[in-house]
């Protein structure tokens, strides 16, 4: 198969901080891989509501819902390194449609499951799909469009359907629960994955590294025991707390492994992940950017929610509503963010992005069981996930700029794996401070005040970390 890292746009695009026109190939190639990250953005949350439904149909013990969730996480974690790196060698392409044909296949064994392993089984395999999808579409999209306005444009247009699949999973699992059965919220994936299959290997360039090195096996063995590891311990931390044997166990072996990583990769002649690269400041106060934006905004959502709940008595469909504000003006954000990157560069944005989200979360202390609270918890939190989004764009520009093409799979796969790793750190970290208060209100504030503290230090080291490339995109 002929090899093709030729940017598909670098004719079509113009050079202006504008808004670039794309061909209406690139605009058929962008609505591929984005729809891809959108459909697996919708699968972190589109299941959420539907569990106590799905538990009583299948026979799953309450204790044994979060297993819905964290055998999705773990596997789409875990491998998410390895497959961004064997996308390098051996074809993004080719990896991106196996993974997508692998998801599709494992939704519609979730959607016809007939007992709780089959289902569990579906799920980790649609983990397996997503860890193949998410690094390998990050790195076509990066390689396809060039680095300036036009990655601007696209990645802004990709990071707000990843923060908008998000949100509309959860309002979606609602509607699709309550009419159609929780079934049809793994049908939808099994459709998503059905329209994007059949476009992609006509749109989508083959591209990989020149050379073909051998596979750092140590550094996959490594690297991917230990992520397992480390997600199984706060996924579980997240539902039955840090005391738990096999949570203390588990977060020890995933910074052991991890340790042993880094060690194995400072030997190998091919390692898995460069260890300059991690040195380079973009790369590691990028990743240091975002994984606070994920985890502490991830916190602020699930915190929101058991109070708009608990505390105000909002149904579901309510509290859907304020967070369907929260993905309108989301999009919003996505089609400004470039503009702003454009004109103010990556990492002024970043640092402005997380300045803006840590203030307003601080907004919402004001929170109190009075009904106007509503509209303050409604305004803060859209405004503070605009904010989120410009950081989400501007923290994956920073990483990937400057990379070369045959290490954009390692770049992506660390940003994907920051993003992982954010969203599943920040509840059991922060959130079982609210869920285990005698006093639900005054346990929010505590994770709000933590939530805005932890989002403006990491402002502040990010924007002294890269002090001195204000002229870098």
């Known amino acids: 198969m002929a090899i093709d890292t030729t940017p598909s746009t670098s004719t079509s695009l113009p050079e202006t901080p504008g808004a670039p026109r794309l061909s209406a190939r690139d605009r058929l190639v962008l609505f591929v891989l984005c729809a891809a990250q959108f459909m697996v953005a919708l699968d972190f949350s589109v299941l959420n509501v539907a569990l106590p439904v799905l538990g009583a149909d299948l026979g799953m013990s309450t204790s044994a819902l979060q297993w819905a969730v964290t055998a999705f996480a773990l596997p789409s974690g875990g491998f998410l390194l390895l497959f961004g790196r064997m996308g390098d060698l051996y074809g993004r392409r080719r990896l991106f449609l196996a993974g997508l044909a692998l998801f599709g296949t494992a939704s519609l064994l979730a959607t016809f499951a007939w ?38 444009r696209a990645l802004g247009i990709s990071g707000t359907l990843l923060s908008l699949g998000f949100t509309v999973g959860m309002v979606a699992g609602g509607v699709l629960t309550d009419t159609l059965g929780w079934r049809s919220t793994m049908g939808l994936l099994t459709v998503f994955a059905l329209v994007v299959l059949p476009l992609a290997p006509g749109l989508l360039p083959e591209s990989r590294t020149p050379e073909r090195p051998r596979l750092d096996v140590p550094g996959a063995v490594t690297v991917t025991t230990g992520l397992l590891s480390l997600i199984y311990a706060l996924s579980t931390a997240a539902d039955h707390g840090f005391g738990r044997t096999d949570v203390i166990a588990t977060l020890i072996a995933g910074v052991l492994f991890l340790s042993a990583f880094v060690a194995v990769e400072s030997r190998t002649r091919a390692p898995l992940v460069s260890l300059p690269m991690l040195r380079r400041r973009t790369v590691a106060w990028g990743n240091l950017g975002g994984l606070v934006t994920f985890s502490m905004m991830s916190t602020v959502v699930f915190v929101l929610t058991l109070y708009l709940q608990e505390t105000l008595r909002l149904s579901a469909f309510e509290t859907g509503l304020v967070f369907g504000v929260q993905g309108v003006l989301s999009v919003v954000a996505g089609t400004c963010a470039p503009k702003v990157i454009g004109r103010h560069g990556a990492r002024r944005t970043l640092v ?114 890269l002090r001195g490339r204000a002229g870098s995109r």
Not at 408 to 413: E, P
């Open 352 to 465: 402005g992005s997380l300045t803006g989200q840590g203030v307003l979360v601080a907004a919402l202390l004001a929170l109190d069981t009075h009904t106007w609270s509503v509209w303050l918890a409604t305004a803060a939190v859209s405004l503070a996930s605009m904010c989120h989004l410009g950081a989400i764009i501007s923290y994956g520009l920073t990483v990937t700029s400057g990379v070369p093409d045959e290490e954009q799979g390692l770049a992506t796969g660390l940003v994907t794996s920051t993003q992982q790793v954010g969203i599943t750190v920040g509840i059991p970290l922060l959130g079982v401070l609210a869920t285990t208060s005698d006093d639900l209100l005054a346990g929010v504030h505590t994770v709000l005040a933590l939530d805005a503290g932890i989002v403006l230090a990491a402002a502040l080291l990010v924007g002294l970390g």
């Open 115 to 152: 007992d709780p392993a089959s289902f569990l089984t579906g799920r980790a395999l649609q983990g397996l799909g997503a860890a193949a999808i998410v690094p390998t579409g990050m790195s076509l999209l990066t390689t396809t469009f060039p680095e300036g306005p036009a990655r601007d």
